[in-house]
């Protein structure tokens, strides 16, 4: 059973630096690629970020391209975000994302709770 848990959100200036973890208890989490989405009030969800299961390749939307950075580490079941020089507009509730397809807009089908990030001006 896939069981993603967030956590690490928190209040920050901006400026800022704060890392996400996304751990999974489910023993196939090495097979899956995993993905980082957020959603501000009133907004779409977008995704921030995805990476391979290897953690071979990683792909960023264009507005966290230099600060943020996705990580895994397959031997611990967890995946990371890395995010730096944080902004107001980073502002949103966080969400990890497991088995998905490595391509934009796509389905993916186990999701964690979330995990609220604001960033102050």
């Known amino acids: 059973q896939v069981d993603l848990v967030e956590s690490g959100g928190g209040s920050v200036q901006t400026g800022g630096s704060l890392i996400l973890s996304c751990a999974d208890s489910?023993?196939?989490?090495?097979?899956?690629?995993m993905a980082w989405f957020r959603q501000a009030p009133g907004k779409q969800r977008e995704e921030v970020a995805r990476?391979?299961?290897?953690?071979?390749?990683?792909y960023y939307t264009e507005s966290v391209k230099g600060r943020f950075t996705i990580t895994r580490d397959n031997a611990k079941n967890t995946m990371y975000l890395q995010m730096n020089s944080l902004k107001p507009e980073d502002t949103a509730v966080y969400y990890c994302a497991a088995g998905g397809p490595f391509v934009a807009g796509a389905s993916w089908p186990f999701w964690g709770q979330g995990t609220q990030v604001t960033v102050s001006s």
């Open positions: 990476i391979t299961a290897t953690g071979g390749i990683t």
């Open positions: 489910d023993y196939a989490f090495s097979n899956r690629n």
